[in-house]
C-alpha cells in the first residue's frame, strides 16, 4: 500500500497504481528538475518556465502531471496580470519496497487532534497567543486565554516557553498489541514577526518520557504560508516544518533518525486509560527560542495534531 507520512510515501506491491502514477511523474528528466527547482522554495509556473527555459504549456503540463502523483502541491494567488499557480514540494523522499506484502496481521489506527484540544497548557510563558482560522481568540500574551472556551477553534498556537499535553483515548485499543506510536505535527520556533535563524529546543514527550529534543532552526516567514489565511499579517509567522516522531520496541525516532533509547515498554500503556502527548519548550533547554504550533488551515501542511498506533491483535 501507499503510506504518506509528513513529507515521504512508502510504497508496497499492494497498490500498483499509484507506484506507477509516481514512478510515471519521476521519469522525465524535465519533471526530476523541477522538483530539484522547488528545493528551497516555492515558484511559480511562469517562474519555472522561464528557469528552465521551457515553453509555459510545457512547465503547466509537467506540473500537472507531478501535481496528479502528489509529489507537488499548488495553490493560486493573485499575481500582476490575473492570477498564478504557485508549486511547492510535497514529498522529499519516496521509497518502493518491491518484496511481496507482508501477511502478518499488523494494522493501524490514526486519530486526529485539533491543536486547540489540548488538556493542559503549562507554565506558558509569553510571547504567546491562539489564531482561528478567521480572528485571533482572546488577547495576545496573556496565558489565561489558553484556557478560553474558543481555544478548541485554534489554527496557531504560539507560546515562548511552556508545554501544551494532548490526551488520546486508549478505548479502541483494547485486545490489541501496541508496536509502535507515532506523533506528527508542523512547528517552528516563534521570535517578534519571524527571523532566520532563530533557535528553538522543542521537546516531545509520551506518558511522561521524552522522546528527545528537535532544535527548529528558525521562525519561518519571508512568503505566504500555503494554506495561511489572508488576514493573518505577511509580516507574522507563516508556515512550520513538518515533523515526525516515533517510538517503537527498539527505540525513539525523529524523521526517520534515532533520537534516544525510550522504547515503547517505557511508556507502560497498560497503566493509563489515555496516551498523554506533550508538546512544548522546556524551561531549562539551550535554546529557549519559542514554539509555533500550526493547525489544518495554517502553514504548509493541511493536518493538526496526528497520532498513529501500530498494533497486531492479540
Not at 489506527?109 to 497548557?121: D, E, Q, V
Not at 477553534?153 to 490489541?176: H, K, M, P, V
Not at 498489541?177 to 517578534?192: G, L, Q, T
Not at 525510550?262 to 512544548?280: A, P
Request: hydrophobic share 40%; glycine share 8%.
Amino acid at each position: 500500500m501507499a503510506m504518506i507520512l509528513g513529507k515521504e510515501a512508502r510504497m508496497t506491491l499492494d497498490e500498483p497504481e499509484k507506484m506507477a502514477e509516481i514512478c510515471h511523474a519521476l521519469s522525465s528528466p524535465v519533471r526530476v528538475k523541477i522538483m530539484r527547482l522547488l528545493t528551497s522554495e516555492s515558484k511559480s509556473v511562469g517562474e519555472i518556465a522561464e528557469e528552465m527555459d521551457l515553453p509555459m504549456s510545457s512547465a503547466a503540463l509537467a506540473v500537472q502531471v507531478l501535481q496528479k502523483a502528489g509529489l507537488i502541491i499548488t495553490k493560486t494567488q493573485p499575481g500582476t496580470r490575473g492570477t498564478m499557480k504557485l508549486c511547492s514540494r510535497k514529498l522529499d523522499l519516496v521509497q518502493i519496497n518491491l518484496a511481496p506484502p507482508d501477511n502478518t496481521p499488523s494494522r493501524s489506527l490514526t486519530f486526529s487532534m485539533p491543536i486547540g484540544g489540548y488538556s493542559a497548557a503549562e507554565n506558558i510563558v509569553p510571547t504567546c497567543g491562539l489564531a482561528s482560522a478567521n480572528s485571533l481568540i482572546g488577547m495576545m500574551d496573556a496565558p489565561s486565554v489558553f484556557y478560553l472556551p474558543g481555544r478548541f477553534a485554534a489554527q496557531l498556537i504560539w507560546l515562548q516557553q511552556g508545554f501544551l499535553e494532548y490526551r488520546f483515548s486508549t478505548d479502541t485499543l483494547e485486545y490489541r498489541n501496541i508496536e509502535w506510536i507515532e506523533v506528527s505535527f508542523e512547528a517552528c520556533s516563534e521570535a517578534p514577526m519571524y527571523r532566520d535563524p532563530w533557535k528553538s529546543d522543542i521537546a516531545v514527550e509520551i506518558n511522561g518520557k521524552r522522546l528527545g529534543i528537535w532544535t527548529s532552526p528558525c521562525d519561518c516567514g519571508g512568503r505566504r504560508g500555503l494554506l495561511t489565511p489572508e488576514w493573518w499579517s505577511e509580516t507574522s509567522t507563516q508556515f512550520g516544518f513538518q515533523k515526525l516522531w516515533r517510538v517503537d520496541r527498539d527505540g525513539s525516532y525523529l524523521d526517520n533518525q534515532r533520537i534516544s533509547n525510550v522504547k515503547l515498554e517505557d511508556l507502560e500503556m497498560d497503566r493509563s486509560e489515555y496516551i498523554s502527548v506533550r508538546i512544548g519548550v522546556p524551561a531549562d533547554a539551550e535554546y529557549v527560542g519559542g514554539l509555533n504550533l500550526f493547525g489544518e488551515q495554517f502553514g504548509d501542511y493541511a493536518q493538526s495534531l496526528m497520532l498513529r498506533v501500530g498494533y497486531t491483535l492479540e
